[in-house]
């Protein structure tokens, strides 16, 4: 007999966590367009940052507070993956303290890079926190520090994993 996890219920779930506050509005995209912007060159020539929103963050980094944390921890992309800590409140992340590449995937990205698919990683990968209950504060305070990295680094592509 296998066994199952138990599946994440995120809205009664995020309900719980935030019931002193007004309920949560749900983004609804559903209706507008798609943005999208074709790559200016090809993929094996390519940098790529990785984000992931799995609360990964690296030993000896400030873990992720468990709620309402807008902060991003910047993790040097040619890290032993073995490194990397798991703060989240959102899922159950014993899987991704024995292995951080399910939610974060550097190990499969660097392979990517030796084999020539992608051209290379940005010195720097993104972790932070998903289920922050203020979307202005992830517009405002987490998506802006995301972007100055990215600049920084002069990066082609992101590669999100949210968890």
Excluded at 4 to 11: A, E, H, K, N, T
Excluded at 44 to 72: M, N, W
Excluded at 89 to 99: I, L, Q, R
Aim: with cysteine; proline share 10%.
């Amino acid at each position: 007999m296998t066994s199952r996890r138990s599946v994440v219920d995120y809205i009664p779930r995020t309900r719980a966590l935030y019931a002193p506050s007004p309920p949560y509005q749900w983004a609804d995209n559903r209706e507008r367009p798609v943005p999208w912007t074709p790559l200016a060159r090809p993929l094996e020539h390519c940098r790529v940052a990785l984000l992931g929103s799995g609360g990964v963050y690296l030993e000896g980094q400030t873990p992720f507070a468990l709620k309402d944390d807008t902060s991003i921890r910047s993790i040097p992309s040619d890290v032993s993956v073995d490194r990397l800590r798991i703060s989240h409140f959102g899922y159950p992340t014993g899987d991704a303290e024995d292995d951080a590449n399910c939610v974060f995937p550097l190990d499969p990205l660097r392979k990517l890079v030796r084999e020539g698919v992608l051209g290379e990683l940005a010195p720097t990968a993104i972790g932070m926190m998903g289920g922050i209950y203020s979307r202005r504060r992830v517009v405002v305070e987490t998506a802006p520090a995301v972007v100055e990295v990215l600049r920084a680094e002069q990066v082609d592509l992101l590669f999100a994993v949210p968890a």
